[in-house]
């Protein structure tokens, strides 16, 4: 997981380029008035023999960093944390084509949300890449993706709310398994900003339910045939404060299934009833609660 110099340079021109001069031309003009020192030794400038080969898991983090500590400069420019990803690589012995078999999975949530704007679903951030198809990994490796959705109430709250996280669960249809895990935000939340909260943590599970067992993000374990390994990635962080986030955008995201009527309530202040057959926002109910929950900030 060490990010060699270069590496550590490349998100960080890329994380200036992209507050200060986004369209204009990548050549040397671009990068010369900035200058990146990480202490060598460190896992941002290791020395050799260190490793490296998991270093894209880190390229997240240092882009944020350098995007949270500009974010006071330029408050219209920045989003908040992203949920970053996994990308874990697995193998065994596939019984239908009696042969092993090595396998890459690449998991992308959400976006941060930024001034104006909730967060992306289902996208990278700092680089360009995309989720795998479920079609492709089914038709060539043996495997069952037996859920691949958004999860309710991991987006960070904020007027503007963070993009969700992503489940994945896949279910191994081969021998002798073995996983590699490598997955960011199960211990540090990504970060809100201007008021907005962190999106949900991160979590991968074997055989999600009464018996599952918690997988570190960064560890090697082995699986059985059948099994399912589940992939649970964070929300992304929320932009300015959720008690201004506009009463219809929480409603939406209710009846979207991202936000619980509890989360509406607990996280937004905003009262949502049942009319009949549908369901509404309770504008009087939502204008105490939140002068309420103003009233005990002060």
């Known amino acids: ?105 690449l998991v992308l949530s959400g976006t941060g949300a930024r001034a104006g704007k909730d967060g992306c679903e289902a996208m990278s951030y700092a680089f360009n890449a995309s989720n795998i198809p479920v079609e492709a990994q089914e038709a060539n490796q043996p495997l069952v993706v037996e859920r691949f959705e958004l999860i309710r109430d991991s987006a960070g709250p904020g007027t503007y709310r963070g993009g969700c996280g992503i489940r994945r669960d896949l279910r191994f249809l081969a021998d002798e398994g073995k996983l590699t895990n490598l997955s960011e935000r199960q211990r540090f939340a990504p970060y809100g900003l201007f008021g907005g909260r962190p999106g949900a943590l991160a979590r991968t599970v074997i055989n999600p339910g009464p018996d599952e067992q918690l997988v570190h993000g960064k560890v090697s374990r082995e699986f059985e045939y059948g099994d399912v390994i589940s992939f649970q990635q964070s929300g992304a962080g929320g932009y300015g404060d959720p008690f201004e986030r506009e009463p219809g955008a929480v409603l939406e995201d209710v009846l979207d299934d991202v936000v619980s009527i509890a989360a509406a309530r607990e996280q937004y202040r905003v009262v949502i009833t049942a009319m009949g057959t549908e369901l509404a926002v309770d504008d009087a109910a939502t204008r105490t609660l939140r002068a309420h929950a103003r009233g005990a900030r002060s």
């Open 1 to 105: 997981m060490n990010s060699y110099i270069n590496y550590t340079r490349s998100y960080s021109y890329a994380a200036v380029k992209c507050l200060t001069d986004p369209l204009g031309p990548m050549n040397e003009g671009a990068l010369r008035p900035i200058t990146v020192r990480a202490p060598e030794g460190s896992f941002l400038n290791p020395r050799p023999p260190a490793g490296g080969g998991p270093r894209a898991i880190i390229c997240y983090r240092t882009f944020e960093a350098v995007i949270g500590a500009l974010a006071p400069a330029l408050p219209d420019r920045v989003a908040a944390a992203a949920s970053h990803f996994a990308n874990p690589t697995f193998g065994g012995w596939d019984r239908a084509r009696k042969r092993r078999f090595v396998a890459y999975e």
